[in-house]
């Protein structure tokens, strides 16, 4: 009798055993079921969010899987339509898959499938992205979005003329983090963005650019009203509105035997373009302005051109001579106007970079142009 005791009683916590097993499996699973709902549901809230600033995301087909730990949503055949840009631009990818913790459905993490294109609506790719590496990492919420990041492993971008490819820029590791760091995304956001370079060349943007540049840059906006979607020109349009401005806080280039570190602040005036001034302190700064032709920008400005022509008359061919000595003395001419220092070991000068209605100045060597802005 005492054994059938104790052998009903090691059945009923073996069935006890069993009964909880079951119980938090169920339970278990009834919570990544409502994780997954709960994930799906900020998703798709973000793909609305974005709908409304005018970009418009789809997926081929989608699926939802990674039972019993994660969350993860894989989107075949990605596409984004962005209807903001004038013209439109249509993006699509091979796919994205975006994961969450199950703990943690606000965290969405995306690895991005390449290669991406970028065309004209309904027309052949004018534009390739491949990588070894692409994802992206978003915290918070479509109403209240905290951060979000961006990570690029050797990526490279190709201008596609036919069956022809143009490198426009390539990269060891790109990456751009943006964070709220004051107020709310209803009320006064103050967003920090920073932006880090290593071994990218860009030639697209200038000659000067092809030779690899690295890069540590961070920036705060301040101005802005409220952090609902809109495309980022009115955002940009709202902020000058607002008497805003753009604190450059961390700057650090290096290119070759030039380095530069900085700072400052900058505004946008009325037609969209940069204004104001970061104090600069240049390493290696006669070799910078060679590989921009700064010696030829200031042999053709406008201003030279006025003080070539009133040389001219008073004895032909003496204004030439003075703009090939203005050509020839302007690494000089930068060093004495500037403030002499060090940089990292390296002799350095001190000096001012200016943006006047987009035209940036390296003391008072005209340097390049920034685009408009809005």
């Known amino acids: ?219 705060v906006l301040r101005g802005l009203n409220n952090f609902s979607p809109k495309p980022w020109p009115e955002r940009f349009r709202e902020l000058q509105a607002a008497g805003g401005r753009i604190d450059i806080t961390q700057a650090r280039v290096q290119q070759g035997e030039t380095i530069a570190v900085g700072g400052g602040s900058l505004s946008l005036n009325s037609s969209g373009r940069l204004e104001g001034q970061l104090r600069v302190t240049v390493a290696g700064v006669e070799a910078f302005l060679n590989s921009i032709g700064a010696q030829q920008m200031v042999q053709t400005a406008p201003s030279m051109d006025k003080i070539a022509g009133a040389l001219d008359r008073l004895a032909p061919g003496l204004g030439n001579v003075a703009r090939q000595q203005a050509g020839a003395n302007i690494s000089a001419g930068i060093n004495l106007l500037g403030e002499q220092t060090t940089l990292e070991g390296k002799q350095a000068v001190t000096l001012p970079l200016r943006f006047d209605d987009g035209a940036i100045f390296l003391g008072p060597i005209p340097i390049g142009k920034t685009p408009t802005l809005f």
């Open 1 to 219: 009798m005492a054994t059938d005791r104790i052998g009903r009683r090691h059945r009923g916590r073996y069935i006890a055993l069993l009964i909880l097993i079951a119980a938090l499996a169920g339970g278990w699973s009834w919570l990544w079921h409502y994780a997954a709902g709960r994930a799906e549901i900020t998703i798709d809230g973000w793909r609305a969010r974005e709908a409304a600033s005018g970009r418009v995301y789809a997926c081929g087909s989608q699926s939802i899987g990674g039972y019993p730990f994660r969350i993860e949503v894989d989107c075949n055949l990605a596409s984004a339509l962005f209807r903001s840009n004038q013209p439109p631009v249509e993006i699509k990818s091979k796919g994205i898959l975006i994961a969450a913790q199950i703990y943690d459905p606000t965290l969405l993490i995306s690895e991005f499938h390449g290669p991406l294109t970028i065309a004209d609506p309904g027309k052949a790719p004018n534009v390739v992205v491949n990588w070894k590496l692409a994802q992206s990492s978003v915290r918070g919420t479509p109403a209240a979005p905290e951060r979000v990041a961006l990570v690029f492993d050797r990526p490279v971008v190709d201008r596609m003329n036919g069956d022809n490819a143009q490198h426009m820029l390539t990269a060891k590791h790109i990456e751009i983090h943006g964070r709220m760091i004051e107020g709310s995304a209803a009320n006064k956001p103050v967003i920090e963005v920073a932006l880090q370079l290593q071994q990218t060349s860009a030639p697209f943007i200038h000659p000067a650019a092809e030779k690899p540049v690295d890069a540590d840059i961070t920036a």
